[in-house]
């Protein structure tokens, strides 16, 4: 389905060129302005700069610091709508916001009881393409060790070959346990299946799903996955239900050889419980992308991830929440945001709506 591949391409034909890092400020702008959209000043940095490219409505774009609150509460009184991962502000004069729209998927940042009622909250994904690529190469990586057998080669040592050993493994035959079957999940399956891998799923809300998936249930059966599992992709998004997920009972479920590759949030682990699973060698490994501690945005320098010395294990593959970060990414993100707001001026229903508006009448 064209959904789970990216989304509708409404005649857009992708993959599209990755943009250039040009500011919003510097795009064009049009000569009929209309509405008004606000863009925060610490995601003018090009991650947004093909939003104007996509957009057949009149729309005025000001880039606005939100750390400058009075600056900021005299935008919002006369903005229609704003992009945002985030909002913790409960401030009178964003009552006049009519659409927040996130440039991702996640919605662990936002106040939902600081957005005016009568504001549409909308999100968007695109980003499951670029993770399921790194869950399918991760596990290949984990299994053949190409860059482990480069090294070594390259220091003279023929360690690996046929001539000598020893073999490494295949993720043909292997079992994958995917939690949480949204878009990330599927696409991790529809990747995996080619690979000759037993795909089972576990979900809240479970559908058949025979193309991609071997099994697809609800979380009633989730210590079945535990136990079956070689790998485990966690994918569901952060709430209530999902943070603490995997704790000590369930890593005493899993399998003593099992890798668990967490590409959601980092707080749907359990940090402790997970350093001591992996340094106690009570699971295979880990493949993690998503972490504790971080630093500001633009900042490539910052705090170790953990509180703990994850980095100190030879049983973790570590990345710095890179997944999704491809050059396929912000064009097709770009364009979702854009969507909604043409959708928006010509007074259409929004898609991916997560809070629809209030009725006033209520």
Same mark, same amino acid.
């Given at each position: 389905?064209?959904?789970s591949?990216g989304?509708?391409?409404?005649?857009?034909?992708?993959?599209l060129?990755?943009?250039?890092?040009?500011?919003?400020?510097?795009?064009?702008?049009?000569?009929?302005?209309?509405?008004?959209?606000?863009?925060?000043?610490?995601?003018?940095?090009?991650?947004?700069?093909?939003?104007?490219?996509f957009?057949?409505?009149?729309?005025?774009?000001?880039?606005?610091?939100?750390?400058?609150?009075?600056?900021?509460?005299?935008?919002?009184?006369?903005?229609?709508?704003?992009?945002?991962?985030?909002?913790?502000?409960?401030?009178?004069?964003?009552?006049?916001?009519r659409?927040?729209q996130?440039?991702?998927?996640?919605?662990?940042?936002?106040?939902?009881?600081?957005?005016?009622?009568?504001?549409?909250?909308?999100?968007?994904?695109?980003?499951?393409?670029?993770?399921?690529?790194?869950?399918?190469?991760?596990?290949?990586?984990?299994?053949?060790?190409?860059?482990?057998?480069?090294?070594?080669?390259?220091?003279?040592?023929?360690?690996?070959?046929?001539?000598?050993?020893?073999?490494?493994?295949?993720?043909?035959?292997?079992?994958?346990?995917?939690?949480?079957?949204?878009?990330?999940?599927?696409?991790?399956?529809?990747?995996?299946?080619?690979?000759?891998?037993?795909?089972?799923a576990?979900?809240r809300?479970?559908?058949?799903?025979?193309?991609?998936?071997?099994?697809?249930?609800?979380?009633?059966?989730?210590?079945?996955?535990l136990? +079956?599992? /070689?790998?485990?992709?966690? @994918? !569901?998004?952060?709430?209530?239900? =999902?943070? $603490?997920?995997?704790?000590? &009972?369930?890593?005493?479920?899993?399998?003593?050889?099992?890798?668990?590759?967490?590409?959601?949030?980092?707080?749907?682990?359990?940090?402790?419980?997970?350093y001591?699973?992996?340094?106690?060698?009570?699971?295979?490994?880990?493949?993690?992308?998503?972490?504790?501690?971080?630093?500001?945005?633009?900042?490539?320098?910052?705090?170790?991830?953990?509180?703990?010395?994850?980095? +100190?294990? /030879?049983?973790?593959?570590? @990345? !710095?929440?890179?997944?999704?970060? =491809?050059? $396929?990414l912000?064009?097709? &993100?770009?364009?979702?945001?854009?969507?909604?707001?043409?959708?928006l001026a010509?007074?259409?229903?929004?898609?991916?709506?997560?809070?629809?508006?209030?009725?006033?009448?209520?």
């Amino acid at each position: 389905d064209s959904k789970s591949r990216g989304g509708n391409t409404m005649g857009v034909r992708f993959p599209l060129p990755a943009p250039a890092a040009m500011p919003i400020k510097s795009c064009p702008a049009l000569k009929r302005l209309a509405l008004r959209l606000l863009i925060k000043s610490i995601d003018d940095d090009g991650r947004l700069s093909l939003v104007p490219q996509f957009l057949d409505t009149a729309w005025e774009i000001e880039v606005v610091d939100t750390d400058d609150l009075a600056a900021f509460e005299r935008a919002l009184a006369h903005a229609d709508a704003m992009v945002s991962m985030s909002w913790k502000w409960s401030l009178p004069s964003a009552s006049r916001l009519r659409l927040l729209q996130l440039p991702g998927a996640g919605t662990d940042e936002i106040d939902f009881g600081c957005v005016p009622p009568a504001t549409v909250i909308c999100n968007c994904y695109e980003h499951e393409i670029g993770i399921a690529e790194y869950v399918l190469g991760a596990m290949l990586e984990w299994t053949i060790g190409t860059r482990r057998l480069d090294q070594q080669l390259r220091r003279g040592s023929w360690a690996g070959s046929y001539l000598c050993g020893p073999r490494h493994g295949e993720l043909f035959g292997k079992t994958l346990g995917i939690v949480g079957y949204g878009h990330i999940g599927r696409e991790v399956a529809r990747r995996a299946k080619p690979f000759g891998m037993r795909v089972i799923a576990c979900t809240r809300t479970p559908r058949p799903d025979t193309e991609f998936a071997d099994r697809v249930d609800g979380m009633e059966r989730f210590g079945d996955l535990l136990a +079956e599992a /070689d790998f485990i992709a966690v @994918t !569901p998004p952060l709430n209530d239900q =999902t943070r $603490g997920l995997f704790n000590p &009972r369930t890593f005493a479920a899993m399998r003593r050889n099992a890798v668990i590759i967490n590409v959601a949030r980092g707080a749907i682990i359990d940090e402790l419980a997970l350093y001591h699973a992996l340094a106690e060698r009570r699971i295979g490994g880990a493949i993690i992308d998503v972490w504790y501690q971080y630093p500001p945005q633009g900042q490539p320098l910052g705090p170790r991830p953990s509180a703990h010395p994850f980095h +100190e294990l /030879d049983n973790v593959l570590m @990345t !710095p929440h890179a997944s999704a970060w =491809t050059d $396929g990414l912000l064009p097709r &993100r770009n364009r979702a945001v854009a969507v909604n707001l043409n959708r928006l001026a010509r007074g259409e229903a929004l898609v991916n709506v997560v809070r629809a508006a209030a009725d006033p009448a209520s």
